[in-house]
């Protein structure tokens, strides 16, 4: 098999000659009618003149006197093979003395049909420093398929540049990737299907396949699947294929066994109107073997509207040994102002609840909330064990759950508090890579209203350490996180919540948090209206590690660290343009002779200047400038809520806004 290398070679007669800012070079790798792969320069008037097939143009450029390697425009009309019987094979970027130090070179991994994320970012230096490649054995986990890489080309002060490449895995004794459905081969039979995933990802012949990271859900031998669609169903239906769907949710309850790992699929982009999942007392056979419910088919996640003054599904006082809720839209559209199905916005409607409410013994394990779109209920997602908090504190909780990639806004009351998630009586529970934005608030008559009491999460002190991770938490009424149990909350973003996060009682760590863009609350007495990033108190231990707290934006001069504990650690912080100006502090703290308080940057610990920082406006809106929208924080979180069912993009991920925005806080030098 030909050995096909990528490189960023610059040749050596180019690199003699001296480059000015202005000059540009055009390096192009293509393949010719013999199959050898040659370089040559362009100049900028012959690039759309390019023979085909091009593999890649890169462009070098002399900005100051570092020079700098982009990728300017791809095609991947010719598709790069991968073998996996060969020894040959190759897939990577060389670079001699032209990338600086500090770039890299990441990869991303793509199905071909759906640009669906396989495989995170990710680089690997090969044998040569300077030789950056995709590690054969992460190339060799890949089914037959046609795939898309991503060389993504990182430089400090710099827009990331991508190039695509396609290529195509062959000689792989394993299965195709789901949904793949590859061409019939004549001089082989067609290998054997993976077994469908469900929910956000499938369940349906024509389904995409889930990217990394969700919930895989495999059939188990004993598993029933009950097929509903309100467009094309009807009760008199089995429910046994996508062709005899039943027709209304109460009819699909009725088919599924409990006790089983039975799944209930709705159709995606159907809608179910004044229907809910009420009362349900099902479960799956254990937290491997779940009780599904999620969606089958393309399209947009189905949508459940439950009837006015109902949850969209509800579940109290019922052992669950594995449940996984994927890729539902729960939306409360009677009490969404802007639909024209409003009819008020009562307290105590969930979008869904799950509660245990006696000391009979039973739990909750294995619950999974994932993909799921919720929005404009009182509380969108309440997990609450009554029996463990009336028990006091330290008793544990028996509700297990991890809430995941869900879209949560909006939450509201005209008459009560009013949270995003809200949780009591969890144990080891864990909310990751979520959208949590503009709960606890609504507008009302033309006025936003917050108040103290409404947050994007509220965990109460009858939980066991929760692990908070991974998300975007933005615009809450009150705090972005009110965490009364104490856990875990790192590599989140807070972005314009009156107070990022409280935390009390037990252990915490708050390490590598972006938060930004404090604002007030709607209360008269000024005091109240928070202004904290990160908060805490009455702890053993406190950890606050490589956080970014900047640009207060609400009238409330609190500052921008301010915790108390026996012993806190506050190290490698950077606070910018948050100070609590009546003692000039932006790191205020209360801890025993151990505490440790070191390599921070503030304002009051550089002679009363700020820190002269790279660029300490970025955020939201300015990243969202950078992938072509609107520059505002709305239009960003717009952009994220809109996210597809069963996909994930690396480039909205939290991970990498949040780097984005770090990369602002580092010192020029």
């Not at 890949?142 to 430089?155: G, S």
């Not at 089958?296 to 040994?321: A, C, F, M, S």
């Not at 990022?500 to 709607?522: G, P, Q």
Request: glycine letters at 10%; one cysteine or more; proline letters at 7%.
């Amino acid at each position: 098999m030909r050995r096909f290398l990528l490189t960023l070679l610059v040749l050596t007669a180019l690199l003699s000659a001296p480059l000015s800012p202005a000059d540009t070079v055009y390096m192009v790798l293509e393949q010719d009618s013999s199959g050898v792969a040659r370089h040559h320069a362009l100049d900028q008037s012959s690039v759309g003149d390019a023979i085909d097939p091009v593999i890649l143009h890169i462009i070098l450029n002399h900005p100051t006197d570092v020079r700098t390697a982009q990728v300017l425009w791809t095609s991947s009309n010719f598709p790069i093979v991968w073998d996996h019987n060969s020894e040959e094979n190759d897939f990577r970027f060389v670079e001699h003395a032209v990338l600086p130090a500090d770039a890299k070179i990441e990869y991303r991994v793509l199905l071909h049909r759906y640009n669906i994320e396989l495989m995170p970012l990710r680089h690997t230096r090969l044998a040569s420093a300077k030789d950056y490649g995709i590690d054969p054995a992460m190339m060799g986990q890949l089914p037959e398929f046609e795939y898309n890489i991503e060389a993504h080309l990182i430089m400090p002060d710099r827009p990331k540049q991508v190039m695509t490449q396609r290529v195509t895995v062959v000689g792989n004794p394993g299965a195709p990737a789901p949904g793949s459905e590859p061409e019939p081969n004549p001089t082989k039979p067609e290998p054997k299907p993976l077994p469908p995933n469900v929910g956000a990802g499938g369940g349906g012949p024509t389904a995409p396949p889930l990217a990394p990271g969700f919930t895989p859900v495999n059939k188990a031998s004993d598993t029933k699947i009950v097929y509903v669609s309100s467009s094309e169903g009807n009760d008199a239906n089995d429910g046994a294929s996508p062709k005899t769907p039943v027709k209304t949710l109460a009819r699909g309850v009725e088919l599924i066994r409990g006790g089983k790992p039975d799944w209930l699929l709705l159709k995606a982009g159907d809608t179910w109107l004044h229907q809910s999942f009420k009362d349900l007392d099902l479960s799956g056979k254990a937290p491997d073997r779940p009780l599904v419910i999620g969606a089958y088919g393309d399209g947009p996640r189905p949508v459940i509207i439950p009837p006015h003054g109902e949850h969209g599904l509800k579940t109290i006082n019922h052992q669950i040994k594995g449940m996984v809720i994927q890729g539902l839209h729960f939306y409360a559209a009677t009490r969404d102002k802007d639909s024209n199905l409003y009819q008020g916005r009562p307290g105590d409607v969930d979008g869904i609840n799950i509660r245990l409410a006696g000391g009979d013994g039973k739990y909750v394990e294995g619950l999974v909330i994932e993909d799921c779109k919720i929005t404009h209920f009182d509380t969108n997602i309440k997990l609450v064990d009554d029996w463990s908090r009336k028990q006091g504190e330290g008793v544990p909780g028996r509700i297990h759950a991890t809430v995941r990639r869900n879209i949560i806004q909006y939450a509201s009351s005209s008459d009560s508090h009013s949270v995003g998630i809200y949780i009591e009586g969890s144990r080891d529970s864990v909310i990751e890579q979520n959208l949590l934005d503009h709960n606890g608030w609504a507008q009302t008559d033309g006025v936003e209203k917050r108040n103290k009491a409404s947050h994007n999460i509220y965990a109460q002190w009858a939980n066991g350490p929760l692990t908070i991770r991974h998300n975007y938490i933005t615009r809450g009424a009150a705090h972005g996180l009110q965490l009364r149990a104490g856990g875990d909350i790192e590599h989140n973003l807070f972005v314009r919540n009156a107070m990022a996060f409280f935390t009390s009682m037990s252990n915490s760590k708050a390490n590598y948090n972006v938060i930004l863009e404090s604002d007030d609350m709607d209360i008269d007495t000024p005091s109240e209206r928070r202004g904290y990033g990160i908060n805490g108190w009455d702890l053993d231990y406190y950890e606050v590690i490589g956080n970014v707290v900047a640009r207060r934006v609400g009238s409330l001069q609190k500052p921008g660290i301010d915790v108390s504990a026996k012993r806190v650690i506050i190290r490698d912080n950077a606070v910018y343009d948050w100070q609590d100006r009546r003692v000039s502090a932006s790191i205020s703290y209360y801890g025993g002779n151990d505490s440790v308080v070191r390599n921070n940057l503030a304002k009051e610990l550089n002679g009363g200047k700020e820190p002269s920082f790279v660029d300490p406006t970025r955020g939201l809106a300015s990243y969202a400038g950078t992938i072509g929208l609107e520059p505002s924080n709305e239009a960003f979180l717009n952009y994220l809520a809109e996210r597809p069912r069963g996909t994930w993009d690396t480039q909205i991920a939290p991970d990498t806004v949040a780097d984005y925005v770090r990369e602002g806080f580092r010192l020029k030098n």
